[in-house]
């Protein structure tokens, strides 16, 4: 009985034995990568915080910055959108623009002056609230960044910026190129109507390599949900 149990065993047997020539031979023809002799760089993110510019990885400063390629990739239009991407900044919206509060680091002014500035090319649109009156909101419309500083900073942007600055850079004219570009949307809200946005940018060189003029212009419409009762409408009673 003890041969034929032991050629019962051989084919199991054999059968392992393959298997590892196959793998020692699959592995010895795998090479390893050669390593490659180019450098991996991060990317730079160049911000104007501190009224020049820098390398935001060298601003001895808390700032958070969004440039424009990722402001289309992610969809971020407006204010509420820029609160879910940046941490510490919060809004609280009262209805409809410029009439609601932009907070940083959970320091917030419903009366008097604001605690979050907003600048568009070192513009300041800081406005006072006044409870129904809040902040301004600009529209995400050809910009190069936006750069959230978390404050305070009033030294470089004033008393209205205890809580931080948000500053919105547009693109800079093209000295070279003549170009432009073109973008609508169209959507509809439930129980409401149609929503429409159109954009339009127009680069013109004016003397090559020396002066250029940009120009933007954009109109957007949103239907929303509930109908405004017309305030003049005239009631009486009995």
Known sequence: MAPARLLMFKPHLIATACLALIATAASAQDKPAAPSDQPQALETVVVTSQKRVEDARKV??????????????????????????????????????????????????????????????????????LYSQGTAEPRFFDLADVEVLRGPQGTLYGAS???????????????????????TTLSDTQHGGLNYDAQGVLNIPLVKGQAALRLGIEHGHDSGYINQVDQNTLQTTA
């Open 60 to 129: 001895p400063l808390s700032v958070s910055a969004i440039g424009g390629e990722a402001l289309k990739n992610n969809q971020i239009t407006d204010i509420t959108d820029l609160t879910r991407n940046i941490p510490n900044v919060s809004f609280s919206s009262q209805g409809g623009p410029g009439l609601s509060t932009i907070e940083i680091r959970g320091i917030s002014s419903q009366a008097g002056s604001a605690t979050v500035g907003v600048y568009l090319d070192d513009v300041s649109l800081t406005t006072r609230n």
């Open 161 to 183: 910026s205890l809580g931080g600055t948000i500053k919105f850079i547009s693109n800079q004219p093209d000295l070279k190129t003549f170009g432009g570009s073109v973008k």
